[in-house]
């Protein structure tokens, strides 16, 4: 793993330009997040300054001010996933960006790095995403652990390293470091500690690398070893070392499901059940509805545990939910999750008439392949199937839609700095420094 992450690698454009998508969306995350309901606490509490300081170089986006590295990644990757609306990977059924790019931005003015180091940097961490699912999905997610923080802590790690230029017995022993750290309960899911869970992992592979670099130590097999990383996050069994030693074969990003974008701000097991109900809002045109049948996957149900939504981040996590709102409204948006909108008392009373069932013609489906059937008062049944969301590779955003996602997630920031901070993001693939990213960020909330 050590010797992938530093490595030399000419990476397809194709890889490059899905990686770039993926940073661009995230950053748009990151501003929407900043203005949730778990940044203030955050920001109570994590030492912060109000202006670049040599000791603190690091920026909390959406605020103008500044922290640590490892202050600023824990800060940022909360508020990158604190909507559910950044981007996924299968297998690893984790948000690879909301981890990545808060880890990398937050060292980025330390390590000199450009904006080409950081797509490298990003497609090297996805790739550890990617392949630590493979060697221990569907299994580790079964057993209740977030792989966005127990996956992302190690990608992170091989982020940052490569980025801080760490040699690879350093990286070995940052490795081993950050394998201590991984965590993340699945049990947290609707609450705010499920974004935390992104803000840990970037923060956990700042930390564990600044330490390597340092000197710090760790146990070299901290991964493999029988008490290790492997064995103990899979109870000693169910995981497939193989593709960790593949690294960089088949690249994980441009695999047919490897990374997704989100059009809707809630969990992806929602979103082809939003999709179909969003179809059917316009065949219903107004007629009442009887019933409702969303006909699932069986994975569906491990991340889908509400019913009736009593918080906006409960309803991201309720098919139900996020099924009776596409059908009332025909719009499932950043402003579908609030408490007026969660308790809204039509999609309340459909959400009695919603059944969320296992579907045996797709029941061992990986990507949430979900059917809606809705009957009428007046006898007609309406049927949609959609078998892949929107945003996988297959159905990637056109770059209108990315660049529409990006205008509604920083839609209360000034218009023009915004436009500004697109633009540079959108040419970060270059030789030049990256630090001219975190000037327009910073410029962006002033």
């Given at each position: ?38 940044a203030a606490p955050l920001l109570k509490v994590l030492p912060s300054v109000p202006q670049a300081q040599d000791a603190m ?108 230029g760490l040699d690879q017995q350093q990286m070995v022993m940052a490795l081993g470091i950050a394998a201590s750290s991984a ?264």
């Amino acid at each position: 793993m050590a010797r992938f992450a530093l490595g030399k690698h000419t990476f397809p454009a194709l890889a490059r330009q899905r990686a770039l998508d993926a940073v661009t969306d995230c950053l748009a995350c990151m501003f929407a997040g900043s203005r949730e309901p778990l940044a203030a606490p955050l920001l109570k509490v994590l030492p912060s300054v109000p202006q670049a300081q040599d000791a603190m170089p690091s920026i909390l986006v959406g605020t103008g001010r500044f922290a640590s590295p490892a202050d600023a990644a824990l800060y940022n990757g909360a508020i990158a996933h604190a909507l559910d609306y950044d981007d996924t990977n299968h297998p690893a059924y984790a948000h690879p960006s909301a981890v990545l790019l808060p880890a990398m931005l937050a060292v980025a003015p330390a390590s000199g790095a450009s904006g080409a180091d950081i797509i490298d940097a990003y497609i090297a961490g996805f790739e550890i995403f990617g392949k630590l699912g493979r060697a221990m999905n569907t299994q580790h997610y079964k057993r209740g652990w977030h792989a966005t923080s127990t996956f992302g802590t190690l990608a992170a790690t091989v982020a940052v390293g490569r980025l801080m230029g760490l040699d690879q017995q350093q990286m070995v022993m940052a490795l081993g470091i950050a394998a201590s750290s991984a965590s993340g309960l699945r049990a947290n899911f609707g609450s705010m500690v499920k974004p935390l869970h992104a803000g840990y992992a970037a923060r956990n592979g700042v930390l564990a690398v600044l330490l390597a670099r340092e000197g710090f130590d760790a146990a070299p097999v901290a991964l493999e070893h029988r008490y290790g990383y492997l064995p103990v996050f899979n109870d000693g069994i169910g995981f497939d070392a193989a593709p960790l030693m593949s690294l960089g074969e088949g690249l994980e990003i441009l695999t047919q499901h490897g990374l997704a974008l989100k059009p809707f701000p809630s969990c992806g097991a929602t979103h082809p059940g939003i999709e179909a109900a969003l179809a059917l809002h316009v065949e219903l045109d107004g007629a009442e509805i009887k019933s409702v049948r969303a006909g699932v996957c069986e994975m569906a149900f491990s991340p889908l545990i509400y019913v009736t939504a009593d918080t906006p981040l409960e309803g991201k996590f309720s098919l139900h939910y996020c099924v009776a709102a596409a059908l009332v409204w025909g719009d499932v948006s950043l402003a579908t999750f609030t408490d007026a909108m969660v308790q809204d008392p039509r999609v309340r009373a459909l959400i009695t008439k919603i059944s969320m069932e296992l579907d045996e013609r797709w029941r061992g489906d990986g990507e949430f392949s979900t059917e809606i059937a809705v009957e009428t008062m007046d006898g007609r049944r309406l049927v949609k199937h959609v078998r892949l969301a929107m945003g996988k590779p297959e159905r990637w955003f056109t770059p209108e839609r990315l660049r529409a996602k990006f205008d509604d997630c920083t839609s209360a920031f000034p218009k023009g700095l915004c436009d500004g901070v697109y633009d540079v993001v959108r040419g970060l693939d270059a030789a030049g420094p990256a630090v001219g990213l975190l000037e327009k960020i910073r410029l962006q909330t002033q």
